[in-house]
């Protein structure tokens, strides 16, 4: 009933057009993305938990939180018009202003998102100049150039789309995202925009949008840190007239395909993670609550010593039950049961049962798998991490981000 | 009325005598450290709260809690002997027991402790060899062989000691500590050793400890990681017939000489950090609560932005900012101060502020201060943390700790 869409994005869904340009943020690089959608669509988003909330952030969060339909969002990389005050807040509703003109909008018809360096104002003069090129240039098929325009210390595009069949018919999901660094969500994380052309009312939309982003988004992590930028909108523009009915079996299968979809984001962002040679899948199993299995999994998935373990392909256990010890959740040592893959590393009572060549062809792939059995409970969780190598440290000394 | 003694160690107290031996945990190194009191000590500890113990912790946790004196304290690295079950308790209860019989003692006057690899049995063997080598060898003045027989991926040898000036004369602390790597501390962290010759009161020994560790070891990071192996014992043998009575000047005038020789052992850990280049103090002011302030400088302590950042030399305040943001911590952005030393950075209402210059002359330093003043209340802390550099990942990703 679900089918991706290959190298699908958010304009393989009807009615959604985008584009990305170079406006002058970057040194050469693409750096404004427009997507917009031809009819009025309904909104729901999550947005950083951080503190501190950049200004385009604290615009888009006010308009999604309203009964306000909107038509399109703008979103630049190269500046996260971060802690810039009161000039800065100005200088986003300029852009956001400046933007909805040229497509013939109110202003709060218009989201606007930003990521990149923190603290620097932002070039408004570049960006319009961007918004008039990119207005005028708006594609059917522009959702990839878009999701190449938000990207900052990404090596890899990401986007997707899947067909998903519904009583009334096929609507489309699509989605593009950026983030590499600075990930680890709270609520949300990094920039991701989700179109889709079934109809759906807001209150329903923002329910489905906050059960997929805590099961994908808010459970990766590539370093622990919480963005000041991070925002997920998901846009339903209707234009399918097929309508997604609270507790029908079609609200089912569209939320199970935006899990797919936000998961498939969120893989993406933890594959691609700043100096990332590893993709790491932690499944917790039989914790007491599902909060003690989130904290271990947590724990595992923000530790230097584990990430740095994998990196060197060394099964080093020891790091993985110790790191979980200190999480603060609550199980018994003796009982816990560790594998990489399928292959069994620790059994209960503390039996070490390493082969080490078995280990060594599990650790050795570019995508592994650490299972820990705590034998508390009945609670599971699954998070995503990356490994920890040379190349983090000199992604984030040596280029300010 | 505290006067820092050249070189000293734990060895400098009187009636306390050690040494440091090679047994064969490690291939050439000193691996076997032992301390002895000549009369029977007062203790007080404070031990890791990872749910993960090792069997000498727990022996030696359960020795301390009671009301028994304590005469030596055998210490192996190169071997954790964490997460070794029923076999690894009884490979630290007969290394106990044939280290005391060695001395002549009763098995629950020796303390023992280990620090190194988890999950591995210990060699028995190669350890009681040690004991019968050190037993016969103990020094006057072997506090620094000792220091240096507890080390792991350290590269330096810890060691510290006072005069005290007292009401009814002259008292001594000294002590010993090793920590690099797997440093968050919780209530206790990593191993130190720490006799005086004044005479105390168990509760109230347990009591100055507990304050002492709470201001300094409780308060430093290298990667967030709590070990399972931590601990911190105070051994006070009271052979100079100096009583520090409860709710004297004297107990006040120990603790704050507890506190210094606990902060100089503490700082040394994070400047031998594992990769540091740098030591970094945290300074946070005006939070609203002293809850809030550690919120805060543990973010910062442990923020891989924060710490390449300082790797890099560069002024991010925005990461600073950032991780003060999603820590937790109640305060208004707006209202944030950041300096580097005393270069101020960001004023109140996002005012940067920066003179590269004088930031790049801070910052190129082996020791900086991060303050952030976030105008909330009135508490304040100080915590330290290390930068890092590629080496954190390659001394943890190449070798087995």
Same mark, same amino acid.
């Given at each position: 009933m679900i089918s991706q869409i290959l190298n699908g994005s958010i304009t393989d869904v009807k009615g959604f057009k985008a584009n990305g340009v170079h406006c002058?943020? /970057? /040194? /050469? /690089?693409k750096d404004l993305a427009l997507i917009t959608s031809d009819v009025p669509a309904n909104s729901a988003g999550t947005f950083t938990l951080n503190k501190v909330k950049a200004a385009p952030l604290l615009i888009s969060k006010k308009i999604v939180g309203e009964d306000q339909k909107i038509k399109a969002v703008l979103v630049n990389s190269g500046n996260a018009n971060a802690c810039t005050g009161e000039k800065g807040y100005n200088d986003a509703l300029d852009i956001q202003s400046y933007c909805a003109e040229k497509l013939g909008l109110n202003q709060n018809e218009v989201l606007i998102s930003s990521t990149g360096v923190i603290g620097e104002y932002i070039n408004v003069a570049a960006v319009k100049d961007g918004v008039d090129e990119i207005v005028s240039s708006?594609?059917?098929?522009g959702g990839i150039l878009a999701a190449e325009a938000i990207l900052t210390t990404d090596l890899k595009n990401k986007h997707f789309a899947y067909k998903v069949k519904l009583s009334g018919g096929e609507i489309t999901l699509g989605a593009i995202c950026k983030g590499s660094g600075m990930i680890m969500p709270n609520m949300a994380t990094m920039l991701a925009f989700i179109g889709t052309d079934a109809e759906i009312e807001k209150s329903l939309l923002q329910k489905l949008l906050g059960n997929a982003v805590d099961n994908s988004f808010n459970k990766i992590s590539v370093d622990g840190e919480t963005s000041t930028n991070d925002m997920v909108v998901l846009l339903a523009n209707g234009i399918s007239d097929i309508k997604v009915e609270t507790a029908s079996d079609d609200e089912k299968i569209f939320s199970d395909a935006l899990q797919k979809i936000c998961k498939d984001m969120a893989i993406a962002i933890i594959a691609d993670g700043e100096g990332a040679t590893k993709l790491i899948t932690i499944n917790v199993s039989n914790a007491a609550s599902s909060k003690d299995a989130d904290k271990i999994a947590r724990a595992l998935a923000n530790s230097p010593l584990v990430k740095t373990a994998m990196y060197g392909e060394d099964a080093n256990w020891g790091r993985i039950i110790s790191s979980a010890g200190s999480s603060g959740a609550n199980f018994n040592p003796d009982n816990v049961e560790i594998y990489f893959d399928d292959k069994p590393v620790l059994l209960s009572g503390y039996r070490v049962v390493i082969n080490e060549d078995d280990v060594k062809t599990v650790l050795s792939k570019k995508e592994i798998s650490i299972n820990i059995d705590v034998n508390e409970g009945s609670e599971n969780t699954t998070w995503w991490t990356c490994d920890y190598s040379e190349n983090y440290i000199k992604i984030n000394a040596l280029y300010r981000s």
């Open positions: 002058g943020l /970057k /040194k /050469k /690089k708006l594609k059917d098929d």
